[in-house]
Structures are given as C-alpha cells and as structure tokens.
C-alpha cells in the first residue's frame, strides 16, 4: 500500500501528492512515469512523476481530475492508501549536453515540464520556462519553476495574467531577438506540442515531446499507447515518452486520443449518480 503524505490543491482545477514509495522514489529521473491502481475494481492510471524525494521515500504527482479515476484520487486524503504504484516506467529524459534550453509546459503539463527544467538547471545548462494555461486561475508552479529557470515568462490566452498569447508566440519572439536555443522540450496539451514542433522545425531546433497516449500496462504489451514516429510504430511507455517533436505524426495522436471519451464522460457521470444517491 502507498500512503498519502501531502495533499495540497494548486487551483480549483488541479491537485499535488506526495505519496510514500521509497523504492520508485530511489530510482526516479526526470521524464518517467508511474502507473497506479486505487483499489482492486480500479483501472490503471498513468500519471508523470513531478518530483521526488530520495531522503523522504517520497514522490510528488499532479493532476487533474477529468476522468473518473482523477476524480476518485482527488476525494483522497492525506493516511488514505493507493493499492498499487508501479514504477519508475519509461526512459528518463536525455539532454544530451544541452547548454541553453527552452522548456515550453502548457497547463497541467507544466507538472512535467518542472521536473525537466529542474535537472536541466542543476547540470547548469541555461533554462529558460514559457509556461502557458487558458487564464490566470488556471496558473500553477509559478515559484516553483522560477526557482529553476533563468527566465519565466507565463502566457495566458485570455490575457488575464502574465503576457496575452500563445506560449509559440512567445518562443518565436525569443528565438526572432536572438536566443540560440540548442534545445526544446514541450509538454502539454497535444495540439500544443504539435504548434511548437511546426515553429522549431522551421528554426531547425532540435525538440523533444513528452506523450501521453492511452496506456494500460506501461510495459510495452498492451499496444495502447502505440505511435508513429518517423513512420514507424512506437510504444510511449517502453520507446518513449519523449519522443522527437519533428517526427511524431501528431494528427494520428489527437485522433487515438479521443477512442474512449464517449465512453469515460458516461463513466462520469454514472459515478456522479452513484454519488448523489449515497448523500
């Protein structure tokens, strides 16, 4: 069992953990992932290991509750127990020796992103963060990812804080006034990773997407989280999750990515039912 330790809600949408697995804790590097089970009749649930604590046996998760599993881990408590977390899983990121890098986190990808920009800013590479979310009750992590970067600029699409924009607006504006990015790292929404690709490839900047596919296993069997990179099928849970932005067939991922949405929203709303008739 996995207990809770920390439970802090970062805004009305999104929720920290800090769960107790001393042996995940010990082996985890930015970039992986764990899988977790909330309780014998539960499914398994992808989630990118945001941080780690090595000396408290703890790792940190972040999340968002949109489906009915997120939902049932928010409703829990610090002493409440996970039934079962599998990890790390996945390869940890590889900077490559990357001197200055842009890592570009859009909403609750900024929980990937921190981890990313942390241990690039402790190897003393230059980091700049562009850190974008749909409106200013949406930010998250701000000091956090301050604490690791050299430069934070954080965009919203409604203006209502930080700069009005799109977070490839921003990088353009940074690469047009003389950044010499060697790298680019972007998590979050796909649609998102998709538009920092298309700009850096013009720029010939090598970049690096972090996917989160349908996943069930994380061991490779399932097929579940299957892509196509440079035309040729990948696993994000055993190949990836990072993956280089300028070969992933992006418009494949969006459309994999919407199979079970039908059927999770009724999900939901079953277990809102259930809900209402306990009360």
């Not at 696993?235 to 999750?241: E, K, L, R, S, T």
Request: aromatic fraction near 6%; charged fraction near 20%; charge should be negative.
């Amino acid at each position: 069992m996995y207990r809770i330790v920390n439970k802090k809600q970062l805004n009305q949408f999104a929720t920290l953990m800090e769960i107790e697995a001393p042996l995940v804790a010990d082996k985890a590097k930015a970039g992986q992932f764990i899988i977790f089970r909330i309780d014998t009749q539960g499914e398994r649930v992808p989630l990118t290991i945001a941080d780690y604590n090595r000396d408290a046996g703890t790792i940190t998760l972040i999340f968002q509750a949109v489906g009915q599993t997120t939902t049932r881990l928010s409703q829990m408590n610090v002493g409440d127990q996970l039934l079962d977390l599998v990890g790390p899983l996945g390869n940890p990121t590889h900077f490559d020796g990357a001197k200055n890098v842009c890592v570009i986190g859009g909403g609750v990808g900024c929980a990937i992103a921190y981890p990313q920009a942390k241990a690039l800013f402790r190897e003393s590479a230059r980091v700049t963060v562009i850190a974008g979310f749909r409106s200013g009750e949406h930010v998250l992590l701000e000091e956090e990812l301050r604490q690791v970067s050299h430069s934070l600029f954080i965009t919203t699409d409604d203006g209502s804080y930080g700069e009005a924009g799109f977070v490839t607006t921003k990088l353009q504006d940074l690469i047009e006034a003389g950044n010499q990015f060697d790298l680019v790292i972007t998590i979050g929404p796909v649609p998102m990773m998709k538009s920092v690709s298309l700009l850096t490839k013009n720029y010939g900047i090598k970049t690096l997407v972090s996917l989160n596919p349908i996943m069930i296993d994380g061991t490779g069997m399932c097929g579940g989280c299957r892509v196509t990179v440079d035309g040729a099928l990948k696993f994000a849970c055993v190949d990836g999750p990072d993956f280089d932005g300028h070969l992933v067939d992006f418009d494949e991922l969006m459309l994999r990515n919407t199979v079970y949405k039908e059927i999770e929203t009724h999900r939901c709303r079953l277990s809102e039912g259930e809900n209402h008739a306990d009360t």
